[in-house]
């Protein structure tokens, strides 16, 4: 059987039996069916890898049917693992069995554990679906489905009002973004009359086509990916998807959802590499995105809601790199990414776990006696995305910086302060939530403990890759040649990548404020929280409140479009149904009663009436004949 098949079959038969047996099995079987049937493709694609290596041209196809021919053009569910798709696919399937290991422990009191599970495995299928599939339509089932398994997890404890509003408005938010991507493979199909990336892509990267199509087809695909990868001004729903439980946040900010924009622009590095208007346009909205999210992170008190805009602002940071051009580096980034990112969210649940699901870090404090592991591999995490020296953030975040600094010295400066807002805010909350006494009540201080190996084995692992995942694209300084993960992808892009390399002093200098950036948020927070003990802010006043309430920017898209909207349909239905249905109805009523009322004397069940007005029936037709013979 073809492996790509394969790979997909598990999830969506983990999803199929869980959805349906999962919760008439013994207590404990369905949760360890979902993480089985991640795990397998996991080691089926990890079996591909040497096929993949030993020729750099290699691909591996499945052609599994045709949807229909339209005038020529054939859509079809077709496949592909490459170099691109199986590094995008390991990420997705290991990140994922470890998240589903952790969910075992983290959803074992729930009644519902194995829908959950069901939802988790189609979700990691969807995501698998996007990044395999052969073209952009079965991209698009993709794209479509994790939007549907967000909505269902981020509302997953739907009794709760607030986070069923949360699924709605990541739901809708998405719909938005993929009315861009629509359009975008409509101009696709309309000019190169077929949506398989093979066609397509060498098509565009041979000159096909004008600058105003490329820019056309760029700008709108990327507005696709502004939806799934939050960027502003669609990036509000992310924040709020941490209604769903810890785990599905993980998923989400680590391994599927968010990285399908960033994905979509390097599948698509052809077109993006002949339009620079709309990498322009990438490199700011990533500019303005990686700023933003770093402020708001600031002044949040919620611990998942400090992660939640940090996956913000450093999705604006992998978008600046595919903005300037370095799509390796984005990847790069992607991938350390994940590492740091899965261990903080699952870090935060670790914590949620122990402090009897509270989330407020100002009600924490001291944890890190009562959870030395947890705290141990948060503090990893949060070294690795603030930028250590040699932790695998360290690496990625410096080429995205080296990268900008070659393309517009504004706009590095402005990627420095983000940075340096990233340390800030980081470790503002690394020692909020263990550092110092504890600040809650006595109740919630009562039996804090740290997690059962199910939930502190991922915690170790992604500890590990988090401090030695920068191995996979050591910079060019270093090695004096390019490092393993630009090597690795260069045969899959259609025009030659050639990323800048600076002098050893100009790079010197970059590491300097690459660790600056890092010593200075580091110093800053640990005098503010640790050395002065201050107690962390209620934000009541001047721009710690603008901060604390995230700019008012859900406000505004409250009173600016969500209110206008509800107006236009509260008028549309006192039109619709007050005066055209109720007046229709109401105005046919009096001419059927007095119908009724004609018929009910005609009908009186006299034989003779009855003769009579068969006499004049004849009578009217003889005539009406006479009339027109």
Same mark, same amino acid.
């Given at each position: ?19 349906t ?13 979902? +993480? ?15 096929? !993949? ?13 045709? #949807? ?27 990140i ?8 075992i422990?983290?959803?074992?009191h ?8 069901s ?9 698998? &679906? ?6 952009f ?18 509302g #997953? ?8 509003? $949360? ?24 000019? /190169? ?36 990868s ?16 810890t ?11 968010v990285? =399908? ?18 990498n ?13 999210? =770093? ?8 611990? %998942? ?22 799509? +390796? ?38 944890? %890190?006696k009562?959870?030395?592991? +947890? ?23 410096d ?28 470790f ?10 504890f ?13 059962n ?40 892009? &259609?025009?030659?990548?050639n ?12 590491i300097?404020?690459a ?8 110093i ?7 050395? %002065?003990n ?16 995230? #700019? ?33 109805? #109401? ?13 009910? %004397? ?7 009436? /009855?003769? !009579?007005?068969?006499?004049? $029936? ?12």
């Amino acid at each position: 059987m073809n492996p790509i098949a394969l790979i997909l079959l598990f999830p969506l038969l983990g999803f199929a039996l869980n959805g349906t047996i999962g919760h008439k099995l013994p207590k404990g079987i369905a949760p360890w069916i979902g +993480t089985l049937f991640i795990f397998l493709p996991f080691v089926i694609t990890l079996g591909q890898w040497d096929i !993949l290596s030993n020729d750099v041209e290699a691909t591996i196809k499945w052609d599994a049917y045709t #949807f229909f021919n339209l005038d020529g053009i054939i859509f079809k569910a077709a496949f592909t693992l490459d170099r691109l798709s199986i590094w995008m696919t390991l990420i997705i399937t290991g990140i994922g069995t470890l998240i589903h290991l952790y969910s075992i422990s983290y959803m074992d009191h729930d009644p519902n554990a194995a829908k959950f599970f069901s939802f988790l495995n189609f979700f990691v299928f969807n995501m698998l &679906l996007l990044v395999l599939g052969a073209n952009f339509l079965m991209l698009f089932f993709g794209w479509e489905g994790v939007g549907l398994c967000s909505y269902l997890l981020i509302g #997953f404890w739907y009794q709760n009002a607030s986070y069923g509003k $949360a699924a709605r408005k990541a739901f809708i938010m998405n719909r938005i973004g993929d009315l861009g991507l629509l359009l975008g493979m409509f101009l696709i199909i309309k000019n /190169y009359g077929s949506l398989e990336y093979s066609d397509v892509l060498p098509a565009i990267a041979q000159g096909t086509g004008g600058s105003v199509l490329l820019t056309s087809i760029a700008i709108l695909l990327f507005i696709g990916a502004m939806g799934k990868s939050a960027q502003i001004p669609l990036f509000t729903w992310l924040p709020d998807a941490m209604a769903g439980p810890t785990p599905v946040s993980a998923l989400i900010h680590a391994a599927t959802m968010v990285t =399908a924009g960033i994905y979509l622009v390097i599948r698509c590095e052809a077109l993006y590499a002949l339009a620079p208007i709309a990498n322009e346009f990438i490199l700011w909205i990533g500019l303005a995105t990686a700023l933003i999210g =770093a402020l708001i992170g600031l002044r949040q008190n919620d611990i %998942k809601k400090v992660l939640a805009y940090s996956t913000v602002s450093q999705l604006g940071f992998m978008f600046v790199a595919l903005g300037v051009g370095a799509y +390796t580096t984005a990847l790069f980034h992607v991938t350390t990414h994940a590492f740091f990112k899965a261990l903080l969210f699952l870090g935060a649940g670790s914590v949620i776990h122990g402090v009897h699901d509270r989330q407020d870090i100002t009600q924490m404090g001291g944890l %890190k006696k009562m959870m030395p592991l +947890t705290y141990i591999t948060f503090l990893i995490g949060t070294l690795a995305i603030s930028g250590f020296p040699l932790l695998s953030g360290f690496f990625s975040k410096d080429e995205i910086l080296a990268s900008v600094f070659h393309h517009n010295i504004v706009a590095y400066i402005v990627l420095v302060i983000a940075a340096l807002l990233t340390a800030t805010y980081m470790f503002r909350l690394l020692f909020l939530t263990f550092h110092g006494e504890f600040r809650g009540t006595d109740y919630a201080l009562k039996d804090v403990h740290e997690s059962n190996w199910k939930m502190t084995t991922p915690l170790v692992v992604l500890a590990v890759l988090s401090i030695l995942g920068g191995v996979l694209n050591l910079p060019h300084y270093l090695l004096h040649t390019d490092g393993f993960l630009a090597s690795w992808l260069r045969p899959t892009f &259609l025009i030659f990548e050639n990323p800048a390399h600076t002098d050893i002093t100009t790079e010197i200098i970059l590491i300097g404020v690459a660790i600056s950036i890092f010593l200075f948020g580091f110093i800053y927070s640990r005098s503010r929280y640790i050395t %002065k003990n201050m107690s962390p802010e209620q934000s009541t006043a001047g721009i710690e409140k603008v901060l604390s309430n995230k #700019f008012y920017i859900d406000e505004f898209y409250q009173k600016a479009i969500v209110r206008p909207i509800e107006f236009l349909g509260d008028i549309l239905f006192a039109l619709v149904d007050t005066l055209l249905l109720y007046g229709l109805t #109401f105005s046919v009523h009096p001419i059927l009663r007095f119908i009724g009322r004609f018929n009910r %004397k005609i009908q009186n069940g006299n034989i003779e009436y /009855y003769l !009579l007005y068969m006499v004049g $029936a004849i009578a009217l037709l003889l005539g009406l004949n006479l009339l027109f013979a």
